[in-house]
């Protein structure tokens, strides 16, 4: 064991270069199976409820009968009121068409029913598009309550989806008159109608809690503090089959499961109803769909974005899930009304707030989860990759073979300045020859003032495009530019940058900062960190080509390298993304600018502050060739750590074959 150390020591290349990589590799490769090993069955478990005081299905529901002419006198009132490109099918309509006429009749339904009612008018502004809307909603008093507890049940004029949720308004109004006569309630009950499930819910709960912008008028009415929520939506006539139950909320949070397994059981234990999650139509328990729902949770949980009118409630801690009927069955209206009831009746018999289940979770199936504690390490590993080339990079700045290599490296660097066309690529191979033909081995002092004030200025220069980013209208083109700006400033100001140890300083402290704030997300939200985590992984292996190899495996190298680099960009993948949706890029960056103005999402702070840390890849030339990408660069931009090229003291048309050699020269994939 000690000879096999000594031996170790006495090579450094590998302890400071293939060790590290082989290291990394192994982690990411370990990260990638640990997920994949989720969906069996030793990795998860079945659901259950952890609260007793829910006690799910345990009573009965008497919503019916008679509440059915109910609901279709308000169906027609409501209905009659609506403009006509409202009821057409897929026909673009604006809040200000349902108000104040629409919202002033849904106040006297209220009224009527015995509710103390109150309205709301709100406005936002977003990448140049102003929202506004009313807001109308109306409150029952627990006769068994002091008003210091409430449950919020919501109906939106349009679904997420856009569509119109006349059943679904109509449903709550009803349920409004029919809880009214029930003397049973301890906490107080909220009936909240917006326009829609993106801006109305929104400006309700922030102003609920007082924390309203400007634009959004405070709240005439309160209740006490919220203790779970449910949206409604029911966007057609003709019955259902099952209930498709949505609970991913903003910036990846999510309810307490035992809100959604109360739900599960209410609906399928004592409707008789069906359940699905995440569009997972014909989940048939195997292993491939367990991975694809699992998957897809994933992917809007790391986007961040607000899948229903519930996501609004998850910043303040308010479980809330969204029931969306969906297919065609036997299921009606007062079915769905029912299932409401109950759950209610559940959520009226808390003592305390939802907390003895989990809040991070994974769902493979509606009884089937992972815990946190199961799926965190897999994130962890992938973060862990970059701590230990940073680690290793480190350690490469102190060391060298050669007291006497330094001197002689200034010297070759002060003759180089003389000569017009030498880059300073040909400066650092000659560097890395010197190295390697001496013999002794010894450490030197690190130079980290400018790497590090470089490093943590990049940072901060990712808030500017970040701020301008959502500020501007999206019609404005400056977001365009700023990339092509940002990149060509900062590679002109390389120049400084010409020992090989500062090159590698940078780098190891974008990699050091890169698992240590991926480590923290994983906490918060893991999708996003796995998701980050992996399209980073190449950034660890990024390395110079030694001027010594052979010049067709250097090419080959070179290509490769950039090849994964650029298809495992953001900006590819986002194309990839939206292509496979048939969303335009438009539109998603519009929604991420909406998302970040309205709904308090920071995804683009993920992305924007430690983007641009690796703003010196090939990436940044290549993105003149490709002038379509220019808008999707500027939200997702993500490139390569210590890949610096500068070509000062180099004119004429030759200089772009020397720069394009130059690039392909240095970088590869080991």
């Known amino acids: 064991m000690t000879a096999a150390i000594r031996k170790l020591r006495n090579n450094p290349h590998f302890l400071f270069v293939r060790l590290p990589h082989i290291l990394s590799f192994v982690c990411i490769i370990a990260g990638v199976i640990w997920l994949l090993l989720l969906p069996l069955n030793e990795y998860s478990r079945g659901t259950y409820i952890s609260e007793n005081a829910l006690l799910p299905g345990q009573v009965h529901a008497y919503f019916s009968g008679s509440e059915q002419h109910i609901f279709r006198g308000y169906k027609n009132e409501l209905g009659g009121l609506l403009p006509e490109r409202a009821q057409g099918e897929g026909q673009e309509w604006t809040n200000a068409e349902l108000t104040p006429v629409i919202c002033e009749k849904i106040q006297s339904i209220l009224r009527a029913a015995g509710l103390k009612v109150a309205m709301q008018n709100y406005e936002y502004t977003s990448s140049g598009i102003t929202h506004q809307g009313q807001n109308a909603y109306g409150i029952i008093r627990a006769p068994r309550g002091d008003a210091t507890e409430a449950i919020v049940i919501v109906a939106a004029w349009k679904t997420i989806d856009g569509e119109l949720n006349l059943n679904g308004v109509t449903l709550a109004l009803t349920l409004a008159r029919y809880f009214k006569r029930w003397s049973l309630w301890s906490k107080d009950i909220i009936f909240l109608i917006t326009p829609d499930s993106k801006t109305g819910t929104?400006?309700?709960?922030?102003?609920?809690?007082?924390?309203?912008?400007?634009?959004?008028?405070?709240?005439?009415?309160?209740?006490?503090?919220?203790?779970?929520?449910?949206?409604v939506e029911y966007p057609f006539d003709h019955r259902f089959e099952s209930?498709?139950?949505?609970?991913?909320?903003?910036?990846?949070?999510?309810?307490?499961?035992?809100?959604?397994?109360?739900?599960?059981s209410i609906a399928g234990g004592q409707m008789g109803i069906g359940s699905s999650l995440q569009e997972m139509w014909d989940h048939n328990d195997s292993y491939?769909?367990?991975?694809?729902?699992?998957?897809?949770?994933?992917?809007?949980?790391?986007?961040?974005?607000?899948?229903?009118?519930?996501?609004?409630?998850?910043?303040?801690?308010?479980?809330?899930?969204?029931?969306?009927?969906?297919?065609?069955?036997?299921?009606?209206?007062?079915?769905?009304?029912?299932?409401?009831?109950?759950l209610c009746r559940s959520l009226n018999n808390l003592l305390e707030h939802l907390h003895q289940s989990f809040f991070f979770y994974l769902l493979m199936q509606t009884n089937r989860f992972v815990s946190i504690g199961t799926y965190l390490p897999s994130a962890m590993l992938i973060a862990g990759n970059f701590t230990i080339m940073a680690i290793a990079l480190w350690m490469r700045t102190g060391y060298y073979k050669d007291s006497q290599a330094i001197p002689n490296i200034s010297s070759r660097d002060e003759r180089s300045q003389n000569k017009p066309v030498k880059s300073q690529d040909t400066r650092d191979a000659n560097n890395d020859v010197l190295e390697e033909k001496t013999a002794s081995h010894g450490v030197t002092e690190r130079q980290v003032a400018l790497p590090l004030t470089f490093v943590l200025s990049l940072h901060l220069l990712g808030l500017?495009?970040?701020?301008?980013?959502?500020?501007?209208?999206?019609?404005?083109?400056?977001?365009?530019?700023?990339?092509i700006l940002l990149a060509t400033i900062f590679t002109q100001g390389t120049v400084s940058l010409k020992r090989q140890q500062q090159h590698l300083l940078i780098k190891s402290f974008s990699l050091l900062l890169l698992g240590l704030f991926l480590s923290t997300l994983a906490m918060l939200n893991f999708s996003l960190a796995f998701m980050v985590g992996l399209l980073c992984a190449p950034l660890s292996f990024i390395t110079h080509v030694s001027p010594q190899t052979n010049a067709s495996l250097r090419y080959a190298l070179s290509t490769s390298g950039l090849l994964i680099l650029n298809i495992l960009s953001p900006p590819v993948v986002l194309l990839v993304a939206c292509w496979y949706t048939s969303i335009s890029v438009e539109t998603v960056l519009t929604q991420a600018a909406f998302g970040w103005d309205v709904w308090g999402m920071w995804t683009q702070v993920v992305v924007w502050p430690s983007s641009y840390l690796r703003l010196f890849s090939p990436r940044v030339y290549l993105i003149y060739a490709f002038p379509s990408l220019l808008k999707t660069f500027l939200a997702f931009w993500s490139t390569g750590g210590d890949s610096m090229m500068t070509f000062t003291d180099v004119s004429e048309p030759v200089a772009r074959g020397a720069a394009i050699e130059g690039l392909m020269s240095r970088h590869t994939v080991l």
């Open 243 to 264: 209930l498709h139950i949505v609970y991913d909320g903003v910036n990846g949070q999510l309810p307490n499961l035992d809100l959604f397994n109360t739900a599960v």
């Open 202 to 231: 929104q400006a309700w709960i922030d102003a609920y809690h007082d924390m309203q912008p400007p634009s959004v008028q405070p709240l005439p009415l309160k209740s006490g503090a919220l203790q779970g929520g449910l949206v």
């Open 288 to 342: 491939e769909k367990r991975l694809q729902t699992i998957m897809r949770s994933m992917v809007k949980q790391g986007f961040g974005y607000a899948t229903g009118a519930h996501s609004s409630f998850m910043p303040y801690h308010i479980d809330a899930i969204t029931l969306q009927t969906k297919g065609e069955g036997w299921q009606d209206e007062m079915a769905l009304g029912r299932t409401v009831e109950s």
């Open 464 to 483: 500017v495009p970040l701020y301008i980013f959502n500020s501007l209208s999206y019609k404005v083109t400056a977001d365009a530019i700023l990339p």
